[in-house]
């Protein structure tokens, strides 16, 4: 019993910390557009290319579900806030949740 209480333990602890990464590249992602959109960072800079296009193809399958319901507000895409949000509430609520289920269940 508790080597699978440790293992449920790891897998709700690897799926909190993946949640913060892709909070992370979705704020780094965020930001990255407006320095371009702003002409603050050049596009034509290989470093900043990669890097923006690396966290395109992380945010992407996430936010474009979200892009084709939510419309943009006078050019303004809100999606990564949408986004934010729900990953807040899936780290805040389910996922302690679901923790405490799949523990509970560890212990029958």
């Keep these: 019993m508790g080597l699978a ?38 596009y034509r800079n290989r470093f900043v290319a990669g890097l923006a296009d690396a966290l395109d193809r992380i945010t992407g399958p996430i936010l474009a579900p979200f892009r084709r319901i939510i419309p943009s507000l006078g050019g303004i895409d809100v999606t990564p806030i949408i986004v934010l949000i729900l990953i807040s509430g899936i780290q805040r609520i389910l996922l302690p949740a679901a923790h405490q289920a799949a523990l509970g269940f560890a212990y029958m």
């Design 5 to 42: 209480v440790a293992a449920i333990n790891f897998l709700f602890f690897v799926a909190g910390a993946l949640l913060q990464l892709l909070v992370f590249a979705i704020i780094i992602s965020a930001i990255l557009s407006w320095l371009f959109a702003f002409d603050v960072v050049n």
